[in-house]
């Protein structure tokens, strides 16, 4: 990639991270954190992978995914397998606003 593409793409991250942090957050409220003693935040299973997905998906699309999306197995930092999962984006972007690019 050259450099322009990833200034652009970093320029993008930086402008969607705060609503991506809005939308998971309000995904993960009422989830159990990750049930790992070795689990470095409180996070719930799931939470980063998702983190990273809409992120990516907003700077590619630049506009919200909609429906049910699967978000892919994974594994956490220390190689234990972590499970597939289904977000319904409808349900959890709510009244979430894009800002503008």
Same mark, same amino acid.
């Given at each position: 990639?050259?450099? $322009?593409?990833?200034?652009?793409?970093?320029?993008? !991250? $930086?402008? /969607?991270?705060?609503?991506? !942090?809005?939308?998971?957050?309000?995904?993960?409220?009422?989830?159990?954190?990750?049930?790992?003693? $070795? $689990?470095?935040?409180?996070?719930?299973?799931?939470?980063?992978?998702?983190?990273?997905?809409?992120?990516?998906?907003? @700077?590619?699309?630049?506009? /919200?995914? !909609?429906?049910?999306?699967?978000?892919? !197995?994974?594994?956490?930092? /220390?190689?234990?397998?972590?499970?597939?999962?289904? @977000?319904?984006?409808?349900? @959890?972007?709510?009244?979430?606003?894009?800002?503008? @690019?």
């Amino acid at each position: 990639m050259d450099r $322009a593409k990833n200034e652009e793409i970093d320029r993008l !991250e $930086a402008l /969607f991270l705060p609503v991506v !942090e809005e939308i998971v957050e309000r995904w993960a409220e009422g989830k159990p954190p990750k049930p790992s003693p $070795a $689990a470095t935040s409180d996070k719930p299973s799931g939470y980063f992978r998702l983190t990273n997905y809409l992120l990516d998906y907003l @700077v590619r699309h630049q506009e /919200f995914p !909609e429906g049910a999306h699967r978000m892919p !197995e994974g594994r956490d930092r /220390f190689g234990t397998f972590e499970p597939g999962f289904v @977000v319904n984006f409808d349900a @959890v972007i709510g009244d979430s606003v894009l800002p503008k @690019v």
